[in-house]
């Protein structure tokens, strides 16, 4: 029998995916100085792979180095957010095109994948896990993209869901009831697709994203 390694991932890893999951989530605030000693400190790890990890998450955008300072955590600009939903807007109706002209039984199969996510989005909620909630927001809207027949569109999907993470946290703060009228939302938007109603998709579509938008 093959073993299966359980190898713990290298220091400079376990850094980058925390300080990462922190920015995403919030925890760290938009302008937060960030100290490489303190976090390293907090991991139980040297300072050599927090500054690895703070470099390569400088090349990703998410903080700015100032040399003996720290790092910033970078805020979300108005520009990037612009972009960030035009191109999601334009992927998924590209997705939901092609989605709404499958077969009835195809709709139907993609339908309870959404459905399943959102059964998992309310159990989050009901948790107050925020997180996981934000998570399974980017992966609603990634299986959509997933499922609209472009590969190349589905790509840039994944290259943009991190930042739709930490948007979805942002624009839900601690508001549970927020939380749930998007989840409201992914329903409508499921059950449109799953009727092949394009037109209904989009409009539910873009109040669905104009609302956490306003909230940014």
Known sequence: MQNVSTATPP?????YCF????????????????????????LGMSRTPMREAFLRLEVEGFIKLY????????????????????????????????ICNLSGSERDAIADVLDAIIAEQTAALDAEDLGTYAELDAKFHQTIMDNGGNSLLANLGHT??????RFTAK????????ARAYVAQHKTLSAALQAGDLTSYLSILDDHLNSSRKQL
């Open 11 to 15: 220091a400079a890893e376990r850094a």
């Open 19 to 42: 300080v990462k999951a922190n920015i995403i989530e919030g925890t760290f605030d938009d302008s937060e100085m960030l100290s490489e000693a303190a976090l390293a400190s907090q």
């Open 67 to 98: 040399p003996k300072r720290g790092a910033l955590v970078v805020p979300i600009s108005p520009r990037e957010i612009r972009e960030v939903f035009e191109a999601r807007m334009l992927v998924d109706e590209h997705s939901a095109t092609h």
């Open 160 to 165: 943009l869901r991190e930042r739709q993470q």
């Open 171 to 178: 624009a839900v703060g601690r508001n549970l009831e927020r």
